[in-house]
T-cell receptor, first 107, second 114 residues
Framework: KNEVEQSPQNLTAQEGEFITINCSYSVGISALHWLQQHPGGGIVSLFMLSSGKKKHGRLIATINIQEKHSSLHITASHPRDSAVYICAVGGADGLTFGKGTHLIIQP | GAGVSQSPSNKVTEKGKDVELRCDPISGHTALYWYRQSLGQGLEFLIYFQGNSAPDKSGLPSDRFSAERTGGSVSTLTIQRTQQEDSAVYLC????????????FGPGTRLTVL
């Protein structure tokens, strides 16, 4: 079974700061997902990647398959980015999730 | 097109009662997944369907849990003789095929067992 570790568990930053959330996993995978969950809200898929780097707006996700590591970056962070960010790995037989990173961006 | 929908959005039940949770995937999505998020816990995988078939049911927490999918569309997750530890948000997701495709999540059903 794949073990998924995220760090940090909690992160509080000021508006405008560059944010990095890390994810490592124990077993080689076919795809890694970054998900976002707002308080009381549903889960939104931000990225799915199997190699390299993807960018969407102020969000950037990278993955290093050899090192079994991925990072999610947020540039020019904003209070509306406050949410739980969840890393998940897996494929056809469902996802294994990290415990999430609780991000608070203060104005 | 509509996203993944789930019903009910909230369910409060008494210990020992049976509950049925419903998931409507995105039209045309052949893969459907059930997950659970317990209070203070992370997300855990329960079961997935490819078409109407569930190849692996080992993720279900106990034999009180069962799931089915008919017509390659709607799925129901049934919990019999509910216990307080079953209280959680039950999430459904669908994707266009198993493998690397992105999963789209429903809003979840919040189940509270009194």
């Amino acid at each position: 079974k794949n073990e998924v570790e995220q760090s940090p568990q909690n992160l509080t930053a000021q508006e405008g700061e560059f944010i990095t959330i890390n994810c490592s996993y124990s077993v080689g995978i076919s795809a890694l997902h970054w998900l976002q969950q707002h308080p009381g809200g549903g889960i939104v898929s931000l990225f799915m990647l199997s190699s390299g780097k993807k960018k969407h707006g102020r969000l950037i996700a990278t993955i290093n398959i050899q090192e079994k590591h991925s990072s999610l970056h947020i540039t020019a962070s904003h209070p509306r980015d406050s949410a739980v960010y969840i890393c998940a790995v897996g494929g056809a037989d469902g996802l294994t999730f990290g415990k999430g990173t609780h991000l608070i961006i203060q104005p | 097109g509509a996203g993944v929908s789930q019903s009910p959005s909230n369910k409060v039940t008494e210990k020992g009662k049976d509950v049925e949770l419903r998931c409507d995937p995105i039209s045309g999505h052949t893969a459907l997944y059930w997950y659970r998020q317990s209070l203070g816990q992370g997300l855990e995988f329960l079961i997935y369907f490819q078409g109407n078939s569930a190849p692996d049911k080992s993720g279900l927490p106990s034999d009180r849990f069962s799931a089915e999918r008919t017509g390659g569309s709607v799925s129901t997750l049934t919990i019999q003789r509910t216990q307080q530890e079953d209280s959680a948000v039950y999430l459904c997701a669908s994707s266009s095929r198993t493998g690397n495709n992105e999963q789209f999540f429903g809003p979840g059903t919040r189940l509270t067992v009194l």
